[in-house]
Structures are given as C-alpha cells and as structure tokens.
Nanobody, 125 residues
C-alpha cells in the first residue's frame, strides 16, 4: 500500500524559506491527487495546496498564494512544498496527503486518503 514519508521541517526566521518533501513509497500512479495540509496548535487541520498527479494542475488557498509553490518530481516519486516569505502564522505541523481510488488493495469507487506523519515548521518572529 501507499506510504508517505515527509521531511524538511524545521525552524526558520520571519521572511525565510523552507522546502518540504513528501516521498511516495508506494505506487504514485494509483494516486489521483496529492496535497499539503497544516495544523497549528489548538486549531483544526486546514488545506494548504493540492496538485493533480496526472497533469500537475495546482491549487492554493488564499493565504499562501504567491508565497508557496507545490510541485512534483515523478522520477523521484515525490512532491514538494516550497515555502517563501514565511510568517509566524505559518507555524504548524504540515501533513502530506494523497487521494486514491486504489483502496484496500483494490480499485474501487470508494476514495481513500493516505497521510504522512507530519513535519513541524516553526517560524520565529
């Protein structure tokens, strides 16, 4: 089955940059869409950006538009979130997500989600 392994989190200063990586250990070809979510302390998990695994079309929420860039490298079976102009309010645990119709080892009309373990991003003021 699909496994997502995240890396790249850390501490960065206000206005700095950081790039998160999400390596797909399973078959990336069975995934429909991938994305990044984040969850700050005391808050619900929220969507950051998504990318289609076929075609590569991306979508971003308003609060990261112009600052974050989501891209993928099919040869490395990985997706990346390049974060620029970071702000303290960007501080959160960032999670890699994948959506697929390949669930429980079978193709299905049912959609399932795979999640990474999360990586901490802390932006100092």
């Amino acid at each position: 089955q699909v496994q997502l392994v995240e890396s790249g989190g850390g501490l960065v200063q206000f206005g700095g940059s950081l790039t998160l990586s999400c390596a797909v250990s399973g078959r990336m070809s069975v995934l429909n869409k991938m994305g990044w979510y984040r969850q700050a302390p005391g808050k619900e998990r929220e969507l950051v950006a998504t990318i289609l695994t076929r075609g590569g079309a991306t979508d971003y929420v308003d609060f990261v538009k112009g600052r974050f860039n989501l891209y993928k490298d099919d040869t490395k079976s990985a997706v990346y979130l390049q974060m620029n102009s970071l702000r303290p309010e960007d501080t959160a645990v960032y999670y890699c997500n994948a959506e697929s119709n390949f669930c429980h080892g079978l193709w299905s009309n049912e959609k399932c989600n795979y999640w990474g373990q999360g990586t901490q991003v802390t932006v100092s003021s």
